[in-house]
């Protein structure tokens, strides 16, 4: 069945350090692939998308890559800053029948030390 | 704009009694979604909605769970016969048609006691 597990479900880095969140999926049909954070008693903030005919995106301090071959997804935060710290969810949606929904990770907890 | 918003924001109810979750979309988004966090757990799927169908109810995890959207927008979760497993956070997201990005509410934290 489909799955999307978290390398690590906790992360601890130095602020100004740069942060890295691994995801690994299992369908191989999955076209689109998001990140999200989420902060205590909040619901899950939009951070970055990416579609499966891309292998990089970048935003702002955040860039996600997509490696197909491994079915492998990572999280890269630069200058990470106390504000981070959260819990990071990766989530996945396959293209075929697709009514959009989401399948996602356990969460990966990213703890900033100042 | 305004963001998608759900009420209650905490929900204290008694094993077997009913209850109903709402979620305001964001305006303009046809495509609404109900998903379930259960403590330090991932999001489940429970339902899916393009405008006022739902072709999707893959996710409920049982009868005693159904799920309405009036007018294109308003979509309200209803539980009966509540049980303690049924404590979560229940989350609501939007999204334009035809895109797959989804926005999160706050959520709805249900404890059944």
Redesign the interface.
């Known amino acids: 069945g489909e799955s999307?597990g978290l390398h690590l479900p906790t992360l601890s880095v130095q602020e100004g350090d740069n942060s890295i969140i691994n995801c690994a999926y299992s369908n191989s049909a999955s076209d689109?692939f998001?990140w999200?954070k989420q902060e205590s008693g909040?619901?899950?903030?939009?951070i970055i998308?990416i579609r499966s005919n891309m292998d990089k995106r970048q935003g702002q301090r955040v860039t996600v890559l997509l490696n197909k071959t491994v079915k492998h997804l990572s999280l890269q935060i630069a200058a990470t800053q106390p504000g981070d710290s959260a819990v990071y969810?990766c989530?996945e949606?396959s293209g075929s029948g697709n009514?959009?929904?989401?399948?996602?990770?356990?969460?990966t907890t990213l703890q900033v030390k100042p | 704009g305004a963001g998608v918003s759900q009420s209650p924001s905490n929900k204290v109810t008694e094993k077997g009694k009913d209850v109903e979750l709402r979620c305001d979309p964001i305006s303009g988004h046809t495509a609404l979604y109900w998903y379930r966090q259960s403590l330090g757990q991932g999001l489940e799927f429970l339902i899916y909605f393009q405008g006022n169908s739902a072709p999707d109810k893959s996710g409920l995890p049982s009868d005693r769970f159904s799920a309405e959207r009036t007018g294109g927008s308003v979509s309200t979760l209803t539980i009966q016969r509540t049980q303690q497993e049924d404590s979560a956070v229940y989350l609501c997201a939007s999204g334009l048609g035809g895109q797959k990005t989804q926005y999160f509410g706050p959520g709805t934290r249900l404890l059944v006691l």
């Open positions: 999307v689109y998001i999200y909040k619901g899950p903030q939009f998308d969810f989530a949606s009514t959009g929904k989401l399948i996602f990770g356990q969460g």
